[in-house]
């Protein structure tokens, strides 16, 4: 196995730096799927948050994963977009203080279900390729309103409905770090 080590060009504005590592352990035993641990780093010394759906099929367009492979074929990217159905809430922007490090976890799969739903390698990712993973993070809201948390069961009872609030502070921008590495057994 050829884990990608953590992005030495790790993307940076100034203020945010962001860097992946690809986890070489398989996760899943049945599906070729990997995880990718997305490592944010404030390096300014003023609070802000970030936004990043903690669901990933949410995640298109703000935080996606392209892998590349050569020779050039078209990139293949995770999640797959998802038209409609989220609505932000706190834990979709997550505060990072100065010098703080925070990490999520995305995934992505080397197999596409099929009619039949059996699971197919994609054409171009066989064992022993090589491959280039490219992780593009981006936001453009400066502000956010997002939903109270989502209480359930016997919480729901006992907490009072709250109120939507509005976050500012928000990181924008778009930033990209890449890694090689080759698709393991």
């Not at 990217?77 to 932000?88: A, L, M, N």
Request: aromatic fraction near 10%; include cysteine; hydrophobic fraction near 35%.
């Amino acid at each position: 196995m050829d884990p990608a080590p953590p992005s030495p060009d790790a993307g940076s504005d100034g203020r945010l730096r962001i860097s992946m590592e690809i986890d070489p352990r398989k996760p899943h035993p049945e599906r070729a799927t990997w995880r990718v641990r997305l490592r944010f780093e404030n390096v300014s010394d003023a609070p802000f948050r970030i936004y990043l759906p903690t669901s990933e099929p949410f995640r298109c367009g703000v935080s996606t994963l392209h892998l590349f492979v050569d020779p050039p074929e078209p990139a293949i990217f995770f999640p797959t977009p998802r038209p409609h159905g989220f609505r932000p809430t706190i834990r979709d922007v997550p505060l990072l203080a100065p010098q703080a490090v925070w990490e999520e976890t995305q995934s992505f799969s080397l197999d596409r279900v099929e009619g039949d739903g059996a699971p197919r390698r994609i054409p171009g990712l066989e064992p022993g390729r090589r491959v280039t993973v490219r992780w593009i993070y981006r936001n453009g809201f400066q502000t956010l309103t997002v939903s109270p948390a989502a209480a359930s069961g016997w919480r729901r009872w006992l907490l009072r409905p709250r109120r939507p609030r509005t976050l500012h502070h928000i990181w924008t921008g778009t930033l990209t770090v890449s890694a090689d590495w080759t698709v393991p057994d």
